[in-house]
């Protein structure tokens, strides 16, 4: 079997008398789109933030090339290339794109100038924030305009663009497309399609079945906290992964070929008990 890039197993996160993860369980593979999905509140979120140091498990275990990791800041798991955009938006508003695009990697002047003096290569950096943005042909009036000045969607852009600019390793979006226009949306696809061509996996938190369908190679469903199966867009109806969503329907884990995992502990715990044919 292929070793997931990054792999996480029984994550538990608690708030209080909520649980936002139950034992959850993830498997990125090198090279894939995975697309994770269900309803509000399932904990996707919190799964994300979890795998990449933006909060603590209270346990479970998380891998990076089959090694044990622990993350106690998004930076450090900047550090081992993977970069995340968050749900609530990380980008500092104050600050302009560029910045924005080079935060926490800030580039210094060639020579005496950046070494004794740690000038910064504003000129630089701002060619290349430009570049990169108009790779994802973000439409932008000037990059150095702050960020707060920006809508909701540029924002999005923004923060998109900083991630796929900068990973080695992971790319992970939650809802990177749920502020955007219909053809922004369609341009943060066509990207999470070139990061995967350079070789990278992704992670693709969406709400938005037509997406995930498009470009996803497999689908992780959460519900209730859990992972409750994994399926291939190919093998099932949008119709039906939705049932699985929402805990309709579970599929029989005895159905090799069309089911790539299935947590029947998780649906049964879920209350989910009754199976339906989808075919009915
Ligand atoms: N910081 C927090 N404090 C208290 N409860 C939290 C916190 N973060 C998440 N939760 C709770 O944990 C559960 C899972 O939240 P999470 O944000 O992971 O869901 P989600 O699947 O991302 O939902 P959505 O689709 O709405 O983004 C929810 O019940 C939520 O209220
Ligand atoms: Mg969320």
């Known amino acids: 079997m292929t070793?997931?890039?990054l792999a996480a197993r029984g994550l538990v996160k608690r708030y209080g008398q909520v649980t936002a993860l139950d034992g959850a369980d993830l498997?990125?593979?090198?090279?894939?789109?995975?697309?994770?999905?269900?309803?509000?509140?399932?904990?996707?979120?919190?799964?994300?933030?979890?795998?990449?140091?933006a909060i603590q498990p209270d346990s479970g275990e998380i891998r990076l090339d089959g090694q044990p990791v622990r993350f106690r800041t998004p930076l450090e798991a900047r550090r081992h290339g993977i970069e995340t955009v968050?749900?609530?938006?990380?980008?500092?508003?104050?600050?302009?794109?560029?910045s924005n695009l080079f935060l926490g990697?800030?580039?210094r002047r060639k020579g005496i100038l950046g070494t004794v003096f740690r000038m910064l290569d504003k000129p630089g950096m701002r060619q290349q924030a430009a570049?990169?943005?108009?790779e994802l042909k973000i439409g932008l009036r000037s990059l150095t305009q702050p960020v707060?000045?920006?809508?909701g969607g540029q924002r999005q852009g923004v923060s998109v663009a900083r991630a796929a600019a900068w990973a080695r390793h992971v790319v992970i979006m939650d809802e990177p497309t749920a502020a955007l226009g219909v053809k922004e949306s369609g341009q943060v696809l066509d990207l999470i399609r070139r990061v995967r061509d350079r070789g990278l996996p992704v992670v693709l938190i969406s709400h938005n079945m037509p997406h995930v369908f498009e470009i996803a190679d497999r689908i992780h469903v959460q519900r209730l906290g859990r992972r409750v199966a994994v399926v291939r867009p190919s093998e099932h109806s949008m119709a039906e992964v939705v049932s699985i969503m929402t805990g309709a329907l579970t599929i029989d884990a005895s159905d090799h070929?069309?089911?790539?995992?299935?947590?029947?502990?998780?649906?049964?715990?879920?209350?989910v008990t009754g199976r339906s044919d989808p075919d009915q």
């Open 148 to 151: 707060e000045s920006l809508s």
């Open 86 to 98: 968050y749900q609530d938006l990380a980008v500092a508003p104050a600050l302009d794109i560029a």
């Open 131 to 134: 570049k990169q943005m108009a």
């Open 27 to 53: 498997e990125l593979l090198p090279g894939e789109v995975l697309a994770v999905i269900g309803d509000n509140g399932a904990g996707k979120s919190t799964l994300i933030k979890a795998l990449t140091g």
């Open 105 to 107: 990697r800030e580039q």
């Open 3 to 5: 070793e997931p890039v």
């Open 257 to 271: 070929d069309r089911t790539v995992v299935v947590d029947e502990s998780a649906a049964a715990a879920a209350g």
